[in-house]
């Protein structure tokens, strides 16, 4: 007898051809997968033939400013510059208490649309790490149904103040799971290197992940995610780093931009585009023609790098709008990044799932498998592209083996006449 039994499903398996079949569940692990498994179960889903994916991934998220937006004012112009004042406001009053409360209404709001994996940056700028204090107790409070990375992210600078570096290093100390930097943010250049150097030193130290805000302008003299490249071939790390955002690379010369790539290549490192909110805060001191904002997602993917998307923001002062749900996001991404070619699209999914998991180092325990945890999602859709193209509701969630929750698609009535 199963614990859970989904019967005729289209399961987007591991090498990402669709089979029909059923999927049963035992203790909180797939334990098997074939066209049709005899027996009974404790609960059994007719699935409808619709598509079974694993979970999204959220690789990019900021949830300690989620839902903040308007707060204590609206960005007006728009730009990261401004988004960072307005923050450095709001995070003066923040509580355990009012982090928390965002942190896991946005964390719902994102499970229930089929998100079970997110790594999300937290401020570590001020003394009191009231917002990291914050997420390392929803970390625990969520284990059961969604797996959360903490990234110590210094928004104001790694050496934005004196204690600044020294916060970072706390905030390893007190469990957070990655390293976090802004490079083109520091007040000159070679801070922004020594930057990148330290927290490759600290991610040894603590044998942590890397994850980097690099490059986030449209200025293409921005030139850290080649420090990041360095740092990364000489330490070995490779795929233990991520470089979030680096949209100046989209505003480099292609004679510089090919080299690079050459270099990147060499690296496995990850890269992390955010469409919704790049395509919002850059191009901003253009006028026309007005820049996209965005890294080189298409030709780092031809490359064969690892490229996932991310949703960065839930209605903060970066960006006032987002529901959490990543096929906005991989929707955005593929028209930004003109990814409208089937294998293209299809792409752009596996951002938003499988590629996001390799970001995150989670592999081994993502994927709809027999053996592995039985994290996966329904879809009201037939295939990635039918997902994408309407957005479709995720109808079920299923995390470690138990049903988290469940949507109905909207079905509308039609009461006009009947054109023929
Ligand atoms: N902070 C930052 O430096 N960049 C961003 N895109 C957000 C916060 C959302
Ligand atoms: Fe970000």
Not at 140 to 160: C, H, N, R
Request: charged fraction near 20%; hydrophobic fraction near 40%.
């Amino acid at each position: 007898m199963y614990d859970l039994l989904l019967r005729h499903c289209r399961l987007l398996q591991t090498d990402q051809t669709i089979a029909e079949v059923d999927i049963a569940v035992e203790q909180g692990k797939i334990s098997a997968i074939a066209p049709h498994l005899p027996g009974n179960a404790k609960i059994t889903l007719d699935i409808h033939k619709h598509l079974v994916s694993p979970p999204f991934v959220e690789s990019h998220l900021h949830l300690d400013s989620a839902l903040t937006a308007g707060e204590p004012r609206w960005n007006q112009s728009g730009t990261l510059f401004e988004g960072i004042e307005i923050w450095r406001e709001r995070k003066q009053n923040l509580s355990l208490e009012d982090v928390k409360q965002r942190a896991i209404a946005t964390l719902k709001q994102q499970a229930t649309q089929g998100v079970l994996f997110v790594r999300s940056h937290v401020d570590v700028s001020e003394a009191s790490l009231t917002a990291l204090q914050a997420l390392l107790e929803i970390r625990e409070a969520v284990k059961s149904w969604i797996t959360l990375q903490i990234v110590a992210f210094p928004q104001d600078g790694f050496y934005g103040s004196s204690q600044t570096e020294i916060l970072v290093e706390k905030a390893l100390d007190l469990g957070a799971d990655v390293v976090g930097g802004i490079p083109h943010y520091e007040l000159t250049r070679e801070d922004g290197v020594n930057s990148v150097h330290q927290i490759f030193a600290l991610a040894q130290k603590y044998d942590r992940l890397i994850d980097i805000h690099c490059d986030e302008i449209d200025d293409e003299q921005s030139r850290f995610l080649e420090v990041v490249a360095a740092c990364a071939i000489r330490s070995g790390l490779g795929s233990r780093v991520s470089a979030s955002h680096t949209t100046a690379f989209g505003s480099y010369n292609n004679a510089y931009a090919t080299k690079l790539m050459g270099f990147l290549q060499r690296t496995q490192i990850n890269f992390i585009a955010n469409p919704l909110i790049n395509i919002t805060l850059q191009g901003r001191t253009d006028t026309y023609p007005k820049r996209r904002g965005i890294t080189r997602v298409k030709e780092l993917w031809q490359q064969g790098l690892n490229v996932s998307f991310g949703h960065d923001c839930v209605q903060d002062p970066w960006y006032s709008f987002g529901r959490g749900n990543m096929l906005d996001v991989a929707f955005m991404g593929l028209h930004v990044c003109q990814m409208t070619g089937i294998a293209e699209i299809d792409a752009c999914y596996d951002m938003i799932t499988r590629n996001g998991a390799k970001t995150l180092n989670v592999e081994a325990e993502y994927g709809v498998e027999i053996g592995k945890p039985a994290n996966l999602i329904v879809l009201d859709a037939k295939d990635r592209y039918d997902a994408i193209c309407r957005r479709s509701t995720v109808c079920y969630v299923i995390a470690q083996g138990k049903l988290l929750a469940r949507t109905e698609a909207p079905r509308p009535h039609w009461y006009g006449t009947a054109v023929c």
